[in-house]
């Protein structure tokens, strides 16, 4: 089974503060993502990456940066927290839709429990 | 940008009963996939069809698609209350990112 951890489940910190959000997968997936859920505005996208070092934004790229040194980690870092990004973080992954040539697409994201972030 | 809407936004039902809720996406598609989610945790993937198939089934799931009509709905009998939960649809955008709807919340009484 594919598992994707994510480095806590509750994290509160204070504006201004670095805050790193760490997410593992042990599947060899080529693409990782970044997501924020918020009631009413369902998941958004916030960065992705489809490689080491490789890192697209996403819709909300603001105030969010990442990193992805090796294949299974990806992280998200905001640079100085603020209570607008109090929210619930979550990560997937992904193999690239075309995994093998002729083979059918699949984008099957398979998800983290979930950080959920509160910024004082 | 927004391409799949789930329809209703809230479901509650006896346990037993079917729960049915659809999904409406706007551009042409090669897959749509539908997920779950508890209160609090990640998503879940539940099933995925494809642009050439009409209907599948997976346990009490049963999954349409009219591209026709872009729309796809989720069908689950016989519901209990462990379904409980959120439930989303989700098709691939032009990249390799998934788009996903703001979900149904699903509430399945005892």
């Known amino acids: 089974d594919v598992k994707v951890t994510q480095s806590s489940r509750y994290l509160v910190k204070r504006t201004g503060e670095k805050v790193f959000l760490e997410c593992v997968q042990d599947m060899d997936h080529e693409n990782m993502f970044w997501y924020r859920q918020d009631p009413g505005l369902g998941l958004r996208l916030i960065y992705f990456?489809?490689?080491?070092?490789?890192?697209e934004k996403g819709d909300i790229p603001e105030g969010y940066s990442v990193s992805r040194e090796k294949k299974e980690r990806f992280s998200l870092i905001l640079e100085s927290a603020s209570t607008n990004q109090t929210s619930m973080y979550l990560c997937a992954s992904s193999f690239p839709p075309y995994r093998a040539q002729g083979a059918p697409r699949t984008d099957t994201q398979y998800f983290g429990p979930g950080t959920r972030l509160t910024v004082l | 940008s927004q391409q799949g809407e789930e329809d209703p936004q809230a479901l509650s039902i006896q346990e037993g009963e079917n729960a049915t809720m659809n999904c409406s996406y706007k551009?042409?598609?090669?897959?749509l996939q539908w997920y779950r989610q508890n209160s609090g945790r990640g998503l879940v993937h539940l099933i995925l069809?494809?642009?050439?198939?009409r209907e599948k089934h997976s346990g009490r799931l049963r999954v349409t698609l009219d591209t026709s009509k872009k729309s796809s709905s989720l069908l689950i009998t016989a519901s209990r209350a462990a379904d409980t939960a959120s439930y989303f649809c989700a098709s691939p955008s032009r990249s390799e990112k998934l788009v996903f709807g703001k979900g149904t919340k699903l509430t399945v009484n005892p």
């Open positions: 990456s489809y490689d080491v070092k490789m890192k």
């Open positions: 551009t042409s598609i090669n897959n």
């Open positions: 069809i494809r642009s050439n198939e």
